[in-house]
């Protein structure tokens, strides 16, 4: 599939990790074949990169490893009848995202992109795991940030409006920010343009 896509045109690949994090993989027993499964895809993706660069040598390609979102959220407790509670911290999301970015580093990605950021809380987790694992290994990629518009109020799931968003998330210096697919092409133009003008 990477491959498709890469003869297609495109310049970047995802690792297709998407929630491989200790945090969703425990709805399945699976957590302990977290790194196992980002390193692999990582793998799978650079190796993919690189058949279509022997065929076309005058290319780029890059490997993006996908981080998050899990299946918890930080800022909203699970139950409105008790508002204060929360079914995950901000360390345990940190630790989460740590794990899922350092397998991903060092799988060979290009970039990390934490991906469908429905709570800004969570983000900001995975952007401090982040720089913890570019200081244990010694080297940076570049960060794409992306955040969900859960409706058209313009509105993240915790609330956020993007201005909001943007301030909360833009010291991590991210090469891209965007916004995902939550909502449709027509929908979320407007969105992207006012996150354009912000960023």
Aim: aromatic share 6%; charged share 20%; proline share 4%.
């Amino acid at each position: 599939i990477h491959k498709k896509y890469l003869l297609a045109g495109a310049d970047i690949v995802e690792t297709n990790t998407f929630n491989a994090t200790r945090i969703s993989m425990a709805d399945f027993g699976a957590e302990h074949l977290v790194r196992d499964i980002n390193k692999a895809a990582a793998r799978l993706a650079r190796e993919a990169c690189d058949q279509v660069l022997a065929q076309h040598p005058q290319r780029q390609m890059f490997v993006a490893g996908s981080l998050g979102p899990t299946n918890r959220t930080a800022s909203l407790g699970p139950d409105v009848s008790h508002p204060e509670r929360r079914n995950v911290t901000f360390d345990e999301l940190k630790l989460a995202y740590h794990e899922q970015a350092l397998a991903l580093v060092e799988g060979g990605v290009d970039l990390l992109l934490p991906e469908t950021t429905f709570d800004t809380l969570n983000l900001k987790a995975a952007i401090v795991a982040i720089e913890e694992v570019f200081a244990e290994v010694g080297y940076r990629v570049p960060v794409i940030l992306s955040v969900t518009i859960t409706d058209l109020s313009g509105r993240t799931l915790s609330g956020q409006t993007l201005d909001a968003f943007w301030w909360s998330v833009r010291h991590a210096r991210p090469l891209a920010v965007g916004i995902n697919c939550a909502l449709g092409a027509k929908e979320m133009r407007p969105y992207l343009a006012e996150l354009s003008r912000l960023a």
